[in-house]
């Protein structure tokens, strides 16, 4: 996404040309990497990971058909915005529209919020039990701002209340 917006490239062209060089050179190279690898890799007896791995699987885990749609749902909004450029009209509501839920920052919000639904939907999670799940995920972020800057957590120009600074980038921390 950087190199995309360094040169102002569209998102959905780029991952469409991604799917189309990626796709048949991981046909090709996977296949051949495999059967060249596995001749070479020794693999132990007894296999602690293999043993994990054992047994029935999760009988309450979402279905590879939704996994993989969740995961490909902002890459689809992206094309069809790629597309929509290309064939509509400038003037076009359907283009606007589509720009929009095509934008990446908007498409991937919109695959977080189908990813909530999808993925806790099998297990039969209720709102709270998901939303403990996004709570446990982000706990280490946010409990120290200072930390958070040294790391890079907090963009250019997001405000914080740690001391009464917004933090505008690096070298500019003025106090307001």
Known sequence: MLAVGAYHADTGL??????????PTAALAGPVYAAWIARRVALPAENPIARQLE????????S???????????VFLMIGASVADVTLAAASPVRAT??????PIVALLLALLFSF??????PHFT??????????CLALHGDDPARDRRRGWLQPGASSEWRGTSY????DRRAR
């Open 98 to 103: 589509l720009d929009f839920i095509g934008n």
């Open 117 to 122: 639904w999808s993925l806790g939907r099998s």
């Open 64 to 74: 590879f058909v939704i996994s993989l749609v969740t995961v490909l749902i902002p």
């Open 14 to 23: 780029t991952i469409l040309y991604g799917l189309l060089v990626g796709l």
């Open 55 to 62: 047994g029935d699987s999760a009988p309450d885990a979402p």
């Open 127 to 136: 709102a709270e039990q998901v939303l403990k799940l996004c709570n446990d």
């Open 168 to 171: 505008r980038g690096r070298g």
